[in-house]
């Protein structure tokens, strides 16, 4: 079928909004392959429009129109969108508000950011407004994610943008994009600035966090952590001391044990809350934990670390040579060496387990480390260092009868060898 055929096909369309579109997208198509037919494509969508007899109906075809002159790259495109905004003023407001609102979604979806503002503004509406002026901005921050040209330029409309949006949650929302995007572009004091500026709890927390994470993903959180920590302190003065965990939280989840700790220290109950965290971050992500453990002092080490321990020892799968070493290293409770060594243990690090017992000076303690090693020892067929185990207990009585058990239990093990070889002699 040859493209005037098909032009003339169109009109069999009984709808004229769907047939003015239909010519449009005919126009764009014959635009892009250099078909001078283009021309008379877009006559009769324009043309079309006006046998439309809802006014609304008619300005939602006419910028469809406008949009498929726009990727055709016609400049005609832009009088057409002119028009719409003066005309539609016709309209009630939640009508035009409408129109305005598509209007800003082509320009959009064309990357016309500044023109995009210009149709948000004149929604009357305040909700649909911020609405719209946030999408924007949103869409601005992807943009500048995927294309290095014009960033300058989408920063720019995007603190436009913010600067119309005029209630909350959309500003907060809309900072957090613009921190967003001082993220990608590796401006990191900008970035972290801006979180000063959001008013609700629930997005200056979701910021901090991403601000957090993006910064330890880029290897340079280390550099920030004072604007951090002077950020945080604004923030937990602003929404309360309940806030104080959640940014403790967000600290010790990218490594930065010290911070997290200097903030907890400032609440009622910081031990408890210290043993919390401890455990949640055993959970999350274990491998940040050691670095939470030495930023402790003794005594809350020594909490930290019975409690750490306990759950490894229920969990052994969830413990970690770092974590161990993390705790044996910041507290001097031998309660908790004795713990260290049960996992030492349990993971069959016999000599490991043999290092710690020896250190702890505590009788009971020590005798009950010793017995468990001599006992797996001997399960393995070490005898002697089963012995040497048990020599090191403390208490002489129970050395006594850990070494009887040993020997018996090593003959045991023996004899059955013993017999069969008696049962197969001749003798």
């Known amino acids: 079928m040859l493209v005037k055929e098909i032009l003339d096909s169109v009109e069999i369309i009984q709808d004229p909004y769907i047939k003015s579109i239909t010519y449009a997208k005919i126009g764009e198509r014959l635009a892009k392959a250099k078909d001078n037919n283009y021309k008379t494509a877009f006559l009769r969508a324009v043309e079309t429009t006006k046998e439309i007899d809802e006014p609304v109906k008619m300005f939602r075809a006419l910028l469809s129109v406008g ?36 209007a800003a979604t082509y320009m959009l979806f064309l990357g016309e950011i500044g023109e ?42 995007s603190k436009l943008a913010l600067e119309y949006i005029d209630s909350e949650p959309y500003r907060s929302k809309a900072l957090l994009e613009l921190i967003k995007a001082y993220m990608i572009l590796g401006s990191y004091e900008n970035g972290i600035t801006l979180i000063r500026g959001i008013s609700v709890k629930e997005w200056a927390r979701q910021a901090f966090k991403e601000v957090s ?41 990218t490594g930065e044990g010290i911070p997290a700790v200097k903030l907890i220290r400032r609440l009622e109950d910081s031990e408890s809350l210290l043993v919390k965290m401890a455990l949640e971050l055993l959970e999350r992500d274990h491998d940040v934990l050691p670095k939470f453990i ?21 969990r052994p799968e969830k413990g970690s040579w770092e974590i161990v070493n993390a705790i044996g290293k910041s507290t001097p409770s031998e309660e ?26 505590d009788r009971k303690l020590r005798s009950i480390v010793m017995a468990d090693i001599a006992h797996h020892l001997v399960k393995n067929g070490e005898v002697e260092k089963a012995i040497d185990a048990a020599v090191e207990v403390r208490d002489p009585k129970f050395s006594s009868v850990l070494i009887s058990e040993i020997l018996i239990k090593a003959l045991e093990r023996e004899l059955p060898g013993r017999v069969r070889s008696w049962n197969g002699s001749k003798h």
């Open 67 to 102: 949009y498929s002159l726009s990727k055709a790259g016609l400049k005609s495109a832009k009088r057409i969108y002119q028009e719409v905004l003066e005309d539609s003023r016709v309209l009630p407001a939640p009508q035009r508000d409408l129109i305005m609102q598509s």
């Open 116 to 157: 995009a503002v210009t149709y948000a503004l004149e929604i009357s509406n305040r909700k649909l407004r911020n609405e719209v002026l946030l999408e924007i901005i949103r869409t601005n921050t992807r943009m500048i994610g995927k294309e290095q040209l014009k960033v300058a330029y989408r920063l720019r409309r």
């Open 213 to 253: 994470f993006y910064l330890k993903d880029k290897e340079v959180l280390g550099h920030y952590i004072d604007s951090l920590e002077e950020v945080a302190n604004e923030l937990i003065d602003r929404f309360g001391k309940e806030f104080t965990v959640e940014l403790a939280l967000a600290f010790a989840l």
């Open 294 to 314: 030495s930023a402790l002092n003794e005594e809350e080490a020594d909490a930290v670390g019975k409690a750490v321990m306990n759950r490894i020892l229920e």
């Open 336 to 361: 908790v060496w004795a713990k260290i060594a049960r996992y030492y243990v349990l993971v069959g690090k016999l000599e490991g387990a043999m290092k710690v017992g020896t250190l702890i000076q």
